[in-house]
């Protein structure tokens, strides 16, 4: 498989339902793995923390608040991604309450270079100015270089910092904030 021809055909992106509930928690913990588990030192903190994070039973809890929204990303009908947002989720470092919070953008490291996160970025966008909501935030690791490249293009800027342990691990990560 290679996702970096025909891809256009190939991505389909929906709202995700409690149906999809298995293949996010899946998702959740592969790319996440993918993604930090090098940062490390415990095998074990990061398997409690993905176990705890991304069981099917919290997602199925979450995916049912109303403020929550979720979407997933096929592939050739493949789950290959998915992205969730928090609506009415105010942050310490924007003075209005009228802001969303971007929670994940999780894409299996495979298909990160054929657009997957600039569509979902637009969807993103679409449903927080339907709810009215003035600004998004997200957090994201600051040695997360690609990361933090991809949101400064995408016209988000630093507006914080704050910390986060998992296990035995701390990380720093930046609070970053965009107009809508």
């Known amino acids: 498989m290679n996702p970096e021809k025909d891809n256009d055909m190939s991505v389909q992106i929906k709202i995700a339902t409690i149906d999809d509930?298995?293949?996010?928690?899946?998702?959740?913990?592969?790319?996440f793995d993918q993604s930090f588990g090098h940062l490390f030192k415990d095998r074990k903190d990061l398997t409690d923390y993905l176990e705890?994070?991304?069981?099917?039973e919290k997602l199925r809890n979450s995916i049912v608040k109303t403020h929550n929204v979720y979407w997933i990303v096929f592939y050739e009908d493949n789950a290959v991604g998915y992205a969730k947002i928090q609506l009415d989720s105010p942050s310490e470092f924007i003075e209005s309450p009228?802001?969303?919070?971007?929670?994940?953008?999780?894409?299996?490291?495979?298909?990160?270079?054929?657009?997957?996160?600039?569509?979902?970025n637009q969807l993103i966008f679409d449903r927080a100015i339907g709810n009215n909501?003035?600004?998004?935030?997200?957090?994201?690791l600051k040695s997360n270089e690609k990361a933090v490249r991809f949101y400064e293009r995408?016209?988000?800027?630093?507006?914080g910092e704050h910390p986060f342990?998992?296990?035995?691990?701390?990380?720093?990560?930046?609070?970053?904030?965009?107009?809508l």
């Open 133 to 140: 909501s003035e600004y998004i935030w997200l957090s994201v």
């Open 154 to 159: 995408n016209s988000y800027t630093i507006v």
């Open 52 to 56: 705890s994070t991304f069981s099917v």
């Open 21 to 31: 509930i298995e293949d996010i928690s899946f998702l959740g913990q592969k790319t």
């Open 98 to 120: 009228k802001t969303c919070k971007l929670q994940k953008i999780y894409i299996l490291k495979e298909y990160l270079s054929i657009g997957i996160g600039a569509q979902l």
């Open 165 to 179: 342990s998992i296990g035995k691990e701390d990380f720093d990560f930046w609070v970053m904030s965009r107009k």
